[in-house]
């Protein structure tokens, strides 16, 4: 699209020139898949920018990696780290990359969740997109002439990937209520003893109930199937992950109360008909406060600090995460992928260079070369 860019872009006044896409993209020369996580076709959101400034397109770039750090944290209850890729790991032609990074302890493996990048004026130069700036040309002589700052910055199907790896369990999906197709599922407890009366009044009631709950704004759902039976649709919609099962049988009926089931932790409890349209809304909102809070839990124990390859290798070997010291140089990172590297397991890479920095006393030394280190980078085996 940047030919068209220099077509569209002739003054100051046309920028910035901000497009947003979703496409489908193909690559033909890609081996070896994962589901979701690495595929050969898949979807994504891609935003491509034009600025009049650098100032203005960096200020983009945090903005954008912070609103694709919030759909991992606020929307996936995924934990991320926000930094800068590595010259070798930046967007060829970039300026540089910034990313969010995750983690699978399962798989001991990160997962790049989200990149964002400063283009600098390598493609305007490249494409011509040029624009007359507000100032005059020193004499006189008419408006002077400037490159544009270029973004981009995307996120892929690659999320519900590492949402799925973040949050399955055994049973299936576990999905975080922000984000859940179905909230809720209500599910009548019936028995062959009922009779049709009995039947009718259970049915009624799980209406009015459901009825309630959407009119709260849950997005809720009932299963009332005459040819399944209670636990057939117990393991259905565990393994579709709905965070919140909702239970009224005989007994529910006569005492008017409804039994809430957490797909996250399994645990029970019992609530009277008239709570539930602020009860329901309450607990899915603690399920996917606690599935992120867990989860980052998870995420800080497999992040370890090395100072030294020794270390560095035995962070490795446990299947973590190793944030170490480095001289910030491509030759170091390709060393190391390379030394690192053990029988079938790949060797690591920097996943990124953490925003947040922990303090480098002078006279630190590299982890792998002993030349200085000019900063903490995160490394790991990734995807």
């Not at 860019?5 to 003054?11: K, L, N, P, T």
Request: aromatic share 8%; glycine share 8%.
């Amino acid at each position: 699209m940047y030919p068209y860019f220099a077509d569209w872009i002739r003054s100051h006044r046309d920028l910035p020139l901000r497009l947003n896409q979703w496409t489908n993209v193909v690559r033909w020369e890609f081996k070896h898949p994962t589901p979701f996580i690495r595929t050969r076709e898949f979807l994504w959101q891609e935003g491509h920018t034009a600025f009049a400034s650098r100032a203005e397109a960096e200020a983009e770039v945090a903005e954008i990696l912070d609103l694709y750090a919030r759909v991992y944290t606020d929307l996936l209850a995924v934990p991320v780290i926000k930094g800068r890729k590595s010259d070798a790991e930046r967007f060829a032609g970039a300026l540089f990359t910034t990313s969010v990074e995750g983690y699978v302890p399962e798989a001991g493996r990160g997962v790049q969740g989200a990149t964002s990048h400063c283009l600098g004026q390598n493609f305007s130069k490249m494409f011509g997109i040029e624009f007359e700036t507000a100032e005059k040309v020193v004499g006189g002589a008419g408006p002077s002439k400037a490159h544009a700052w270029q973004n981009s910055w995307g996120i892929s199907t690659r999320a519900i990937g590492v949402m799925v790896m973040t949050h399955g369990d055994d049973k299936g999906l576990v999905m975080p209520p922000a984000v859940a197709a179905t909230q809720v599922v209500c599910i009548p407890i019936v028995n062959s003893k009922m009779g049709a009366d009995e039947l009718a009044s259970l049915q009624a009631a799980l209406d009015g109930l459901l009825a309630g709950l959407k009119s709260a704004g849950v997005r809720a759902a009932s299963d009332d199937r005459a040819d399944k039976t209670p636990g057939w649709k117990y393991a259905h919609w565990e393994v579709k992950g709905v965070p919140l099962r909702l239970e009224v049988g005989p007994r529910d009926l006569a005492a008017a109360t409804a039994v809430l089931v957490r797909r996250d932790t399994g645990v029970k409890e019992v609530v009277a008909w008239g709570d539930l349209p602020t009860r329901a809304p309450a607990l899915l909102a603690t399920i996917q406060a606690d599935m992120l809070a867990a989860k980052q839990a998870a995420f800080d124990a497999c992040l370890e600090t090395a100072t030294d390859w020794e270390g560095f290798m035995a962070a490795l070997d446990r299947r973590h995460m190793c944030l170490a010291p480095w001289a910030d140089e491509e030759s170091v990172e390709k060393d190391v992928r390379a030394r690192s590297a053990c029988g079938d397991l790949m060797g690591a890479k920097t996943l990124c260079i953490p925003f947040d920095q922990p303090p480098l006393p002078t006279g630190t030394v590299c982890f792998a070369s002993g030349k200085p280190a000019k900063n903490w980078a995160l490394w790991g085996r990734s995807y």
